[in-house]
Structures are given as structure tokens and as C-alpha cells.
């Protein structure tokens, strides 16, 4: 069973920045493509960004990200650390969600549908302040 732990959440002003953390155990990074969600109460898991494989590569190559957050986000990964990150900037008081981690078998994918996703991390509060 694999594990994942978000961090790095937080309050932060509009136009600030913060990057958040995904640590994966329990498996091996390059056997998943991995993602970042986000959710707001009544509404549905957004797909944010994701990041994977091109061809029989284990390394990182492939990112998508939503028109909303394009140039202003930037996912990537370490597989040494077994970590992905979001580095999120330019934040706007709409981008004020609980963000997930997912991990995904099908390790060629860039974007996917929340009920895709094989693993979930707990979520990480990000609150942006205007």
C-alpha cells in the first residue's frame, strides 16, 4: 500500500507563494504518474497538474496543467527523494482549496479524472487571503 503525505500548505497573501510537498513510501515514484488535485466545500476534485513519463523513461519529463493555473504553478519530482512537488505562485484568493496528492498506475498519463487515481494523500489546506 502506498502512502502519500502532503505539507507545505498554508495561509499566504495574494501574489505570494508557497510549494507543496508530496512524500510517497511504500512503492517506487517511477512505477506512477503523479498529480495534484483540489477541492472547495460542495464542489467536485479538480485536476490541477500533473506529471509523467515519456515512453520507457523513469524520468520525469511529461507535465499538463489547467489553463487556470498555467504559468503560475510548476509540478516536478525527485525520484531519489520519492518526492513530488507543486510550486504554486502568483496565488489568487481562488486558488484557496485543500490540495491532494494522487498517484496513478497508469504512469504515462499527464491529466486524469479523481477517480482514476490509485492513491491519495490526506490533503493540504491552502488559504489565499486578498
Known amino acids: 500500500q502506498v502512502q502519500l503525505v502532503e505539507s507545505g500548505g498554508g495561509l499566504v497573501q495574494a501574489g505570494g507563494s508557497l510549494r507543496l510537498s508530496c512524500a510517497a513510501s511504500?512503492?517506487?515514484?517511477?512505477?506512477?504518474?503523479m498529480g495534484w488535485f483540489r477541492q472547495t466545500p460542495g464542489k467536485e476534485r479538480e485536476f490541477v497538474s500533473g506529471?509523467?513519463?515519456?515512453?520507457?523513461?523513469?524520468?520525469?519529463?511529461?507535465?499538463y496543467y489547467v489553463d487556470s493555473v498555467k504559468g503560475r504553478f510548476t509540478i516536478s519530482g525527485d525520484n531519489a527523494k520519492n518526492t513530488v512537488y507543486l510550486q504554486m505562485n502568483s496565488l489568487k484568493p481562488e486558488d484557496t482549496a485543500v490540495y491532494y496528492c494522487?498517484?496513478?498506475?497508469?504512469?504515462?498519463?499527464?491529466?486524469?479524472?479523481?477517480?482514476?487515481?490509485?492513491?491519495w494523500g490526506q490533503g493540504t489546506q491552502v488559504t489565499v487571503s486578498s
Open positions: 494522487a498517484a496513478n498506475r497508469m504512469r504515462h498519463l499527464v491529466r486524469w479524472e479523481g477517480a482514476l487515481s490509485d492513491y
Open positions: 506529471i509523467s513519463w515519456s515512453g520507457g523513461d523513469t524520468t520525469y519529463g511529461l507535465t
Open positions: 511504500g512503492g517506487t515514484l517511477s512505477d506512477y504518474a
